[in-house]
Structure formats: C-alpha cells, structure tokens
C-alpha cells in the first residue's frame, strides 16, 4: 500500500521553526521528486518546495526561498522541510506529493509543482502569538 505520511507540524511563534517529515512506503515504481504543497482556509493550494530523489535538486517558491530548506533521507525514504523565520501567513494545512510524471521544458528542465499523483494527509501548522 502506498502512503504518505506527515509530520512534525505544530503550533509555533512568529520567528519560530518547524521541521516537517514526509516518509514515504510502499512505492514499488520509482518517483522523479517529491513536493510540499500548503492551503490555508479559503486559498488555493501553493507549492512551497521541491526536491529531486536522484540528484536531489531543490525548488522554492518566492513565498518561503531563503526560510525554509528541504532536504532528504534516500535511505529512509523521507523527505524534511525545516521552516525558519515563520510567520503568521505560513499558517496552512501542509501536504507532500509524489511526482512520477515529471515535465520538462527545453532550455528550462524540470518543472516542479505541476503533476503529483501520490498525496500525504496533511499536517497542520499555525503560526500564532
């Protein structure tokens, strides 16, 4: 059985950090990347960051770049997002994704955020004084 799982959300101060854990199983295919995505009550789903399993390229979206770093764990299939310098607006439900399919653009290369197949079921974190 495939599954996602998070963790490591939380209830944190302004200026506060986090580190969220996405540990994945039951993959018998392999997967490009995997992503961290985030929806607050009454927005759209964001990407936030990505990771390539293989060379372990990073993205970022201008929201958090310089904040918050991913990384990951080959061996124990996880992938981590340490969130520094928190603020009330990071305030969301956070999900990881899978990418099995990923798109590629000439000139560009991977494009992160766009097809993601395999969802965790979220872990909350509020940013609050």
Known sequence: QVQLVESGGGLVQPGGSLRLSCAASGFT???????????????EREGV??????DGRTYYSDSVKGRFTISRDIANK????????????DT?????????SPTFRAGVGYIP????????QGTQVTVSS
């Open 49 to 54: 960051s990505c990771i390539t399993i293989s």
């Open 78 to 89: 996880t992938v981590y997002l340490r969130m520094n310098s928190l603020k009330p607006e």
């Open 92 to 100: 969301a439900v956070y999900y990881c994704a899978t990418d099995s």
């Open 113 to 120: 955020f766009l097809r993601y197949d395999y969802w965790g």
């Open 29 to 43: 295919l392999p997967y490009y990347a995997i992503g961290w995505f985030r929806q607050a009550p009454g927005k």
